[in-house]
Every structure is written in C-alpha cells, then in structure tokens.
C-alpha cells in the first residue's frame, strides 16, 4: 500500500504542495489530476525520492521510499526521458540494470513487450530514428520492464493515437490485475474515469477533490438528464431546481440542482409528444471539477 | 546483483570507447606522436638532402690564407656548433673565376667561391660570390675564419716568435661556475622547461585536463537535456551518480595517457627502425641529466618521494577539475550554458599553463612560487619549479596536502550542490540555487 500522509511542500516561500493525503492499494489505479503548476509533479518526485518534503510521510508496505525499495517502482515522466543516441535495446539495458536487473532478463521481458506493441523490428534501432508515438512506447516499455510494485505515469498517453492510448490501457489493468499499484496524472478526465477508483484532484498543491470517483459522483447532487423529443425549453427552465437546458441539434440536457427534481422533469415530459429518449446521467468530473474550482480542468 | 556503480561506471567508459569520436582521436594524436618523433625522418622522406656538405672553392693570390682557413673554419664550426664534424667542403683552386661562378651556376648545391686577392694598398681582401643568398652562420663562420686566418698570417709575417704569436692569439677562456647549483641561467631555464617539461608534462596535462571538463560536462548535459536523469536519479543517489562520473572520465583519461605513452615507444620503434638519429640516448642523457641535476642538488635521497608526490599531485588535480566540471555541469540545462560557466576554470587551467611557460624568465619570483601551491595549479606548476630547482619535496608535499583538503571540500560540499541541480532544469538564479544548496545536508 502506498500511503502519503499530510505532504507538504515549499520552494522557498512557496507552497508547492499543501498537506496532501491519500493511499492506493495494491492492484488500484490511483489519478492523481490538476491543472499545470498544481503539484502533480511534485508530489510524483517526492513519492520518487527525488525531492526532499517538508513535512509528511510517504511510506510503500510501510516503509519509507528510499533507493532500497527503487529497484520495485517504475516511473514514466511526462516529457521523453530517453538516451536518444542510444538503440532501444542498450536504453533497456540501461534503465534495466539501474532496477537491479540482469541482462538476460531484461532482454527476456522486452523481447515481450516489444512484440506485445507491435514494434520488435526497432530493437536495435537508435530512439532519435523513432516516431515520437514509438518513444513513448519505448520510455513506457523501460517503466514497466522490471514488473513494479508501484507505477507511476506522469502523462502515459500523450501523444499517442487512440489505438495506441488503448494498447497502453491494456497494460496497464493487466499491471494492476498482477497487484502494482498504479498511480497516474492525466490531463484528460475521461482516462481518468475509464481507469481509475480513486483520485485527487490538486488546486494550487491543495487537494480539492479527492476519493473514490464512485462516490463522488454520487455524492455530487446535481445530474444531467438527457431528452429527445418536442419540448418547450421555455416551460422546462420554470421547473423549481432546473437550472440550465441546452439545446443540442438532436437532443437537450438538462442540468438539475438534485435528484429530487427528476420527478418533476419527467412528469412534464409526460405530457410531451415524440419523447424517445430520457436518461439520468451523473455528471461528468469535469462538471464536477468547475463546481469545485470555478474553472474548466480540459482548456 | 551488480554493483550499481560499477554499471554506470561501465556504461560511461564504454560509450567513450565505443564512440568514433575517441576512435579518430586516437588516430590523429597516435599519428602525430609518432611523427613529432619522427619528424625529421618525415622532412627528409619529402626530399631535399640537408645534411649534403657545402661546398667552399678558394682562390688565393697570397698563396698563404687558403691552406690555414680550413684549419680556423673547423675551430669556429666546433664553437658554434659543440661539434667537430663539419658540413664543409674546401677545394683550393687556381681555376679562373669565371670557371668557378659556370660551376656554382650548374650544381644544385649553394656552393661558394671565396676569392682571396691584395687591394690596391696591398692588403689582403676577399670576395664571397654564391647563388643565392647565404645562411648567417654560414657567412659568420666563413668571415671569422678568414679574418682570423688573415690576422695569423699578417703577425707571423712581422717576424714574430711563435711563443708571442700564440700569446697574441691566445683567447680568454670563460669558465663558468655557479655556486648554488639550482640556480642555472634563465636561458637554461627555458630551454629546459621548453625541450623536457613541456612536451612531457605540461602539454599532455594541460590537453587532458581540458578534455576531462568537456567530458563531465557534456555527459552530465545530455542526461539532463535527455530528462533521462530523472529516471537515473530516481534509482541511484546523486551520490552514486556523481562518483560515476569522476570515476570513469578519471579512468578514461588515465587510459589515454597510458595509449599516448604507447604511441610514443610505437614512435621511437618506427625510428630505430627506420635508422633515425638515435633519440632514445638524447632522452635518456636529458632525462637522466636533470634526474641527477635534482638528486645531486637540494634533493638529495629524496627524489624518489618527490617524484612519487608529484604524480599524486597531478592525479588528485585531475579529480578536483572533474569534480568541479561535474558540479557546474549540474547546475547547468544545456551544452551551450555549460560552455560558459566552465570559462573560469578554463582560465585558471590557461594561467597555470603559461606561468609554467614563463616560470624561467622570473626565476625566483615569490609570486609564482606562492601560485604553485594554489590549488589546481599547482599541478602544472610545480613541473618547472621543480625542474630549476626553485622547488622541492617539501613544497610538493604541502600543495599534495593542500590538494587533498580542496578535494575533499569540493566533494562534501559539491554533492549538496549536485544534488540540488541535476534535477534543476532552470537556468535562472543559478548561482543563488548554488550557494542556498549549500546549507543543506
């Protein structure tokens, strides 16, 4: 279990971080989210052991993050952190053997894991010869060589292609199925609902939003209900906890204050003709993230 | 498991070895020893004979000067020269000079025609006729000899007896003698710094030292260009990695020093192979001179320590200049802002270098003296000094210790700053990053 207890960080005078707190077990998927200059790669170098903290614990099965327990975690960082003068296979060899690993096995599993992502013809290719999509399967391949116990992806899937975002996904809960805990910042907020259970969502290295995703969802009153059909907008809008319609070229979506005014939208749709759709849907993180924050996450 | 050191160790030596770079390196300064050892050879093997004898005809209305100029020609080529081997060749002729200058004109050789004749006040006269213009020896060598040979003739001609003949020629031997025997002439001086410590100690040290920076710097760089240094960082300490690097560019380096040694006996093979002049006793006579130079001198018995402490001085002097080319190299982002910071040790590398140059000119000058124990130049200084005699194995031993002591600052103080900026990617307020990352522990 990774546990991170009332972290905080200065830089000087500035607060990088301030008191964060969560736990992953073994085999979630934890998303750690916020805007650029939020804290998430702060908190990655402090889990890392790269940077000092000022305050709090991280602790992995209990025990402290030091160059004991590094040969267990991978890290992929955000920008390409590869030798580009060197082929594929010494760049393994490299990251590999810093895990403590031997030659052979590191030959072994990316063997594997070239084949698995369909670009074993680049073994001894140099990586400044690959496309910028390759690399980042390369610099994913070299996280996950040594099988860790505690992953952690600073962007995994930027810039890489919707087959290739989904090859990735596929490693990933195939990870987490083997038990690695798995944490990950994503600027995109469906990634983070597809994979995750659990998330923080940092503002300003304050965690605004933080749990289980499933809850927070439930516990966010307001719901989306999503109409096809003839309405009057107008009649809509003058229901008591209807706060907004939007008019879509096929559909509406109504923004609801809470559950409770469900009833009341479905008992005017009734009287409604050529009604064939209506769904109550939660809404989506990023509704939640304004509500908290006051701004988009995805701008 | 392996050790992780060892590995970066490994990998850093190999990608040095392995690249073209150190392979076409190697072949230019092998190519280069080995013909700076064999340059004369080289000339030769171009064309040209420049050992060929100069040709001298003479002709002689006294009948009385010729047959006693070779005889003052040979006293002054063993003067000028130390030898007595002369390049000339004399034929006394009583061919006209018209014949002669026909002569001269077809050979290939600068050969010359000495015409020895009365003027109209019946003294004796000559007349130097060549092709082209004539060497300032030569034409030194040439007008000494006949003005001393014109000289002997003219007082044996007054009627002088020999004994008186010989006083009056007779010159003043000057015998130098020197009571301190470290100190010598500053021409001596130079002349030894310039002919043996300077191809053999300070050019390589200085060339090397210079590589060693660029080295540091530029593998440091292109981990943190590469961000592949957070990966490093984040499985072995700034520590490790550190020493890695001192370690292997120390170890490179002292694997091209051994392979510039290897060309050199590679060189004096291919010349006594070849025929050359045999250097190898000119080294071994110059070496072994100043060896006893300095055993006979103020040293004594203590020129094996001494020799002993000046190697670890240059040793410990390279690791100080890798330890700060690695700490500048962290703080820097890129190759380009790395090429300006290392400017200042570049400088005092350069100073050293030409103090050690000039150290013969200011012989016993406090000031240099002073600058031999200063830290990092100490190392290049230190040669010359030692090598007039200006220093001993006292003077080596405290810049050795001094040495040390700067060692070890720079690295228990050079990891807080390494650990700071290696994973520092901004290049603004890097001195203040710098020195607040001194505080810490």
């Known amino acids: 279990m990774l546990k991170v207890e009332n972290v905080t960080k200065y830089y000087g005078d500035f607060k990088a971080v301030d008191k964060l707190s969560f736990t992953v077990n073994k ?21 890392m052991g790269l940077l000092d903290k000022t305050e709090g614990n991280i602790t992995l099965d209990g025990k402290e993050i030091n160059y004991s327990v590094t040969d267990d975690i991978g890290f992929l960082t955000e920008e390409r952190s590869l030798l580009t003068k060197l082929t594929v296979k010494e760049q393994a060899i490299y990251f590999g053997a ?91 907020m469906d990634h983070v609902e597809l994979f995750c259970k659990k998330l923080v969502v940092l503002v300003n290295g304050k965690s605004v939003l933080s749990g289980n995703i499933k809850e927070i969802k439930e516990s966010y009153m307001k719901k989306n209900i999503i109409i096809k059909g003839n309405i009057d907008i107008e009649k809509l809008k003058k229901i008591s906890g209807v706060e907004e319609v939007i008019e879509n070229s096929l559909q509406y979506e109504v923004k609801i204050s809470n559950k409770d005014v469900v009833d009341s939208v479905f008992k005017y749709i009734s009287k409604c003709e050529n009604i064939t759709k209506f769904v109550v849907e939660e809404p989506s993180l990023n509704e939640i993230f304004i509500s908290k924050v006051g701004e988009s996450y995805e701008k | 498991m392996r050790s ?27 190519l280069l020893i080995i013909g700076l050892i064999n340059l004369d050879s080289i000339i030769t093997s171009f064309g040209g004979d420049f050992d060929t004898n100069t040709k001298i005809y003479i002709t002689d209305e006294t009948r009385v000067i010729a047959p006693s100029f070779e005889e003052a020609l040979n006293i002054y080529v063993t003067n000028l020269y130390g030898t007595e081997e002369s390049n000339y060749e004399i034929e006394i002729t009583d061919k006209s000079s018209d014949e002669i200058i026909e002569t001269i004109k077809n050979e290939e050789n600068n050969s010359i025609l000495i015409e020895i004749f009365y003027d109209e006040n019946n003294e004796i006269n000559a007349k130097l006729i060549s092709l082209s213009t004539l060497d300032t020896y030569d034409y030194q060598i040439i007008s000494g000899a006949l003005n001393t040979t014109t000289s002997m003739y003219t007082l044996s001609s007054i009627g002088l007896t020999e004994e008186q003949y010989n006083k009056i020629l007779h010159g003043v031997e000057i015998d130098r003698v020197i009571l301190d025997e470290s100190v010598k002439t500053e021409d001596e001086n130079m002349e030894m710094i310039v002919t043996t410590v300077f191809p053999v100690i300070i050019l390589p040290f200085f060339m090397l030292t210079i590589f060693l920076i660029q080295f540091i710097g530029t593998e440091v760089n292109d981990e943190k260009s590469t961000k592949s240094m957070e990966i490093i960082i984040s499985n072995v300490s700034p520590k490790t990695h550190f020493a890695s690097k001192i370690i292997a560019n120390n170890l490179f380096i002292f694997m091209q020093v051994v392979l510039m040694v290897t060309y050199a006996m590679i060189g004096l093979g291919v010349r006594k192979l070849i025929g050359g002049d045999n250097i190898i006793n000119g080294i071994g006579t110059e070496v072994s001179n100043i060896l006893s130079t300095l055993a006979n001198g103020v040293l004594g018995d203590k020129l094996v320590p001494l020799l002993i402490f000046t190697i670890i001085l240059m040793i410990l002097t390279f690791v100080a200049y890798s330890l700060i080319a690695g700490i500048l190299a962290s703080m820097t982002t890129n190759a380009e802002d790395y090429q300006q910071v290392q400017g200042p040790i570049v400088i005092i590398l350069l100073v050293g270098y030409y103090l050690s140059m000039i150290a013969g000119m200011f012989e016993g000058s406090i000031f240099i003296k002073v600058l031999s124990f200063f830290p990092l130049i100490s190392a290049i200084l230190s040669p010359s000094l030692l090598v007039m005699g200006q220093i001993g194995v006292v003077e080596v031993i405290i810049s050795t210790i001094i040495m040390i002591i700067t060692n070890y600052l720079l690295i228990k103080y050079g990891i807080r700053i390494y650990k700071v900026g290696i994973l520092n990617y901004s290049s603004t307020g890097m001195w203040k990053k710098m020195f607040k990352s001194l505080r810490n522990k």
């Not at chain 1, 085999?27 to 889990?47: D, P």
């Not at chain 1, 919707?162 to 990870?175: A, G, H």
């Open chain 2, 4 to 30: 992780k050191l060892n590995f970066l160790i490994n990998i850093s030596l190999k990608k040095k070895i392995k690249s073209k770079w150190f392979l076409i390196a190697n072949i230019v300064i092998g």
């Open chain 1, 98 to 188: 810093l895990k403590g690993m031997s030659d052979d096995l590191i030959i072994e599993r990316l063997d594997k894991l070239l084949k698995k992502f369909g670009i074993e013809e680049y073994k001894n290719k140099k990586i400044k010869e690959l496309s910028k999509g390759n690399q980042q399967k390369i610099q994913f391949i070299t996280a996950i060589l040594n099988e860790p116990k505690l992953l952690i992806l600073d962007e995994p899937f930027a810039g890489l292609d919707p087959f290739n975002i989904e090859l990735f996904k596929e490693e990933i809960l195939n990870l987490s199925k083997k038990g690695s805990i798995i944490i990950f910042s994503s600027h995109r």
């Open chain 1, 27 to 47: 085999g979630e998927i934890f998303g750690l989210l916020g805007v650029n200059g939020a804290g998430k790669t702060t908190t990655f170098r402090m889990i």
